[in-house]
């Protein structure tokens, strides 16, 4: 591949394309499979809502808040979040994050090891 950004690669800053795997009442999560060693998935949650949290064996993950603002647990330890911050998420801690807003969503990225197999269905939040 050519240094450089290629039509195919190009998003809006809002959104890092890829395949819808969830849509509920909670939140949008979407999974882009384009990289060969990473899967970079997205979720947008809605406001006042939270994810059910869970943890991972053998798998470490970035968050990248892109819009609003929340909380992220992180172990036994809760924290602010706002857009432009960013989690390193070791393996097997327990994270969760919470969109505080009542009327406006709360977009991050999370970007997570796509090579083993088992893991490559979306991780960021199940």
């Known amino acids: 591949m050519k240094i450089g950004v290629r039509n195919e690669y190009l998003h809006t800053q809002l ?3 890829g395949e819808v795997i969830k849509n509920n009442e909670t939140y949008i999560l ?5 990289l060969n060693k990473l899967v970079v998935s997205s979720t947008l949650l809605k406001p006042d809502k939270e994810t059910r949290g869970h943890s991972h064996k053998g798998q470490e993950e970035v968050y990248h808040f892109i819009k609003g603002r929340g909380e992220m ?3 036994e330890e809760t ?13 097997g801690v327990f994270h969760k994050v919470k969109n505080t807003e009542k009327f ?3 977009y991050f990225v999370c970007v997570f090891d796509g090579q083993r197999k088992e893991l490559r269905y979306n991780k960021c939040e199940e």
């Not at 979407?30 to 384009?34: G, M, P, R, S, V």
């Open 15 to 17: 959104d890092i394309g």
């Open 30 to 34: 979407k999974d882009n499979k384009q």
């Open 73 to 75: 647990t992180l172990g």
């Open 79 to 91: 924290f602010n979040v706002t857009a432009g911050s960013v989690v390193l998420i070791p393996d």
């Open 104 to 106: 406006l969503s709360l």
